[in-house]
């Protein structure tokens, strides 16, 4: 089967999202072949294929001039759905869908394209329900957005003509209630390096750690709150990693002013810190979807505290791994519980959560739509 993977970002470790796209990239190339078109930002490092059955056949840089002259060409579309729709890309798939078994559109931003082009198999991996993102909002603003929000994303979705599929059965609610559509739920992978952790020769750290891309503005808010109203209570007694790019310097700032916070940046390989750490700290209150990072936490062994969203769509957990936290005294509260967790308790909670994962994997999906 030859596939065609149309994605807004770099496949890359960089976020989550990204994350998942390599890693089905490679999954599917397994069996299949594969190409790949994606977007850019001057200062992304491109794409490099794992050569084999993987190839990129559509680059296109963005900025934000560039976005905004994509959403000018379709005014009546919400930005988020129109800001990478790029004529040259139209063009592409127009004169090449015919050689594929499957066009698959992997995030929001590259919806449109399905109502341009006609193909008999159509994917359409709904990373987040747009919508839910403005529903939390209040004020005259966010209730504008929200309709125009809403009234876009049901028209892509209704008329992509494609199979939609999420991450969890909330979002599969949430469209259904939302716009009375049906859809099919994937799995996300356990990383490899997850997987290749020695429990053995791993010594805690002590540390708690924040994890995430800090230019995505409910990751920020977030960690914001925490400093805000948190530290001044457990900055002496806590030390606390901060992985990631993208901090606003305003942020940054803040951060400084407490000795026990490290700001380490990224890291290309998260996880054997992830596992050494006391607890991920999540205090997410905006935003939509699965959080990868919870999920990657728990596959580590380590204890999360987090909000309720943080927690949204997350099925199945370890024992009294996920620390429900809303207020300032509980995450100090929830952090003193997470490190009473010793190595053999994290080991077994890693161990409870990969052996009861589910697998059912994008590449699962299409042998059960392909098989006679």
């Not at 599917?28 to 992304?44: E, G, I, Q, S």
């Not at 995430?212 to 001044?232: I, K, T």
């Not at 596959?299 to 936290?325: K, Q, S, W």
Request: hydrophobic fraction near 40%; proline fraction near 5%; charged fraction near 25%.
């Amino acid at each position: 089967m030859k596939i065609l993977i149309v994605t807004p970002f770099v496949p890359s470790h960089r976020t989550a999202g990204q994350n998942y796209t390599l890693q089905l990239i490679e999954d599917l190339a397994k069996d299949h072949r594969v190409d790949v078109a994606y977007f850019r930002y001057t200062a992304d490092t491109p794409y490099t294929p794992p050569g084999g059955n993987v190839r990129v056949v559509f680059v296109r840089e963005i900025s934000t001039a560039r976005k905004f002259l994509n959403a000018l060409k379709l005014p009546l579309t919400h930005p988020l759905f129109s800001c990478r729709f790029d004529l040259g890309l139209v063009r592409f798939l127009r004169r090449h869908r015919q050689e594929y078994d499957q066009l698959y559109f992997d995030f929001s931003q590259t919806f449109v394209y399905s109502l341009h082009v006609s193909h008999g198999r159509k994917i359409l991996m709904v990373h987040d329900v747009i919508l839910q993102k403005y529903a939390r909002g209040a004020g005259i603003v966010n209730a504008l957005n929200r309709l125009f929000c809403s009234r876009s994303e049901r028209r892509i979705l209704e008329g992509s003509g494609g199979t939609i599929l999420c991450f969890s059965d909330k979002d599969r609610g949430l469209l259904e209630s939302y716009y009375g559509l049906s859809s099919r739920k994937v799995d996300f992978f356990i990383h490899r390096n997850i997987r290749r952790i020695d429990y053995g020769n791993l010594a805690p750290s002590g540390a708690f750690l924040f994890f995430g891309a800090w230019e995505r503005p409910e990751n920020a808010f977030g960690l914001e709150w925490f400093v805000d109203h948190v530290m001044a209570s457990a900055g002496k007694a806590h030390r606390i990693l901060i992985l990631g790019s993208g901090i606003p310097e305003k942020l940054r700032e803040k951060i400084s002013r407490y000795p026990t916070m490290e700001m380490t940046g990224f890291v290309d390989d998260p996880y054997p810190v992830l596992a050494a750490a006391s607890g991920l700290i999540a205090p997410l209150f905006h935003g939509a979807g699965v959080k990868v990072k919870v999920l990657e936490a728990l596959a580590c062994g380590t204890p999360v505290l987090g909000t309720d969203v943080a927690f949204e769509g997350i099925d199945m957990v370890g024992e009294g791994a996920c620390i429900h936290c809303r207020t300032p005294e509980e995450f100090l509260a929830g952090m003193a519980r997470a490190l009473s967790y010793s190595m053999e308790d994290k080991k077994a909670l890693r161990e409870a959560f990969i052996g009861g994962y589910p697998k059912d994997t994008f590449r699962e999906f299409l042998k059960c739509i392909t098989s006679p």
